[in-house]
């Protein structure tokens, strides 16, 4: 880890190669945005605390994270690596199925998953970690939007 890193922003960068950051889960009691946290809560049949999380590598990470079907929580343990691209066997099967996986609202929340584990193993999580930061912001405001959104919810303005 680098020493610039702290653990709380460490947390938000999922294991699978996913930014936490901009995860309902995640960012809609930092914004007090109660409603996605409701709506996941009833979907998935769970309490809204079980779906609120404070990132992957957190102490608080949501129900559905924490049972991570596809399987890189126990896969991450068994290789001794925290992320997928500190493995050897990095991209695998695994991170492939994943990428093609999860597509809301026309959005693909895994299209990058590979390309940004890549760009870790390069570039570092620090510049990871900036990169992200910078696409969940609306341009026009500033706000930090949900991934699964095509439209500011600050201003209105589209941003996919």
Same mark, same amino acid.
């Given at each position: 880890?680098?020493?610039?890193?702290?653990?709380?922003?460490?947390?938000?960068?999922?294991?699978?190669?996913?930014?936490?950051?901009?995860?309902?889960?995640?960012?809609?009691?930092?914004?007090?945005?109660?409603?996605?946290? @409701?709506?996941?809560? $009833?979907?998935? !049949?769970? %309490?809204?605390? &079980?779906?609120?999380? /404070?990132?992957?590598?957190?102490? =608080?990470?949501?129900?559905?994270?924490?049972?991570?079907?596809?399987?890189?929580?126990?896969?991450?343990?068994?290789?001794?690596?925290?992320?997928?691209?500190?493995?050897?066997?990095?991209?695998?099967?695994?991170?492939?199925?994943? @990428?093609?996986?999860? $597509?809301?609202? !026309?959005? %693909?929340?895994? &299209?990058?998953?590979? /390309?940004?584990?890549?760009?870790? =193993?390069?570039?570092?999580?620090?510049?990871?970690?900036?990169?992200?930061?910078?696409?969940?912001?609306?341009?026009?405001?500033?706000?930090?939007?949900?991934?699964?959104?095509?439209?500011?919810?600050?201003?209105?303005?589209?941003? @996919?």
């Amino acid at each position: 880890m680098n020493k610039h890193t702290s653990d709380a922003d460490r947390s938000l960068i999922g294991i699978c190669g996913l930014y936490c950051g901009t995860c309902p889960s995640y960012l809609a009691p930092r914004q007090n945005d109660l409603e996605p946290i @409701r709506a996941r809560a $009833v979907e998935w !049949g769970l %309490s809204e605390e &079980e779906v609120t999380c /404070d990132g992957c590598l957190s102490e =608080r990470v949501a129900k559905p994270c924490r049972g991570c079907v596809p399987g890189f929580r126990e896969c991450a343990r068994e290789h001794s690596v925290t992320w997928c691209f500190e493995c050897g066997e990095f991209p695998c099967e695994r991170n492939w199925r994943f @990428r093609d996986a999860h $597509v809301v609202d !026309g959005i %693909s929340h895994h &299209e990058h998953v590979i /390309d940004d584990l890549e760009h870790m =193993r390069t570039h570092g999580i620090e510049s990871w970690l900036a990169t992200q930061r910078e696409r969940a912001k609306c341009a026009t405001c500033g706000r930090t939007n949900y991934w699964c959104v095509s439209t500011c919810a600050g201003c209105g303005t589209k941003i @996919r």
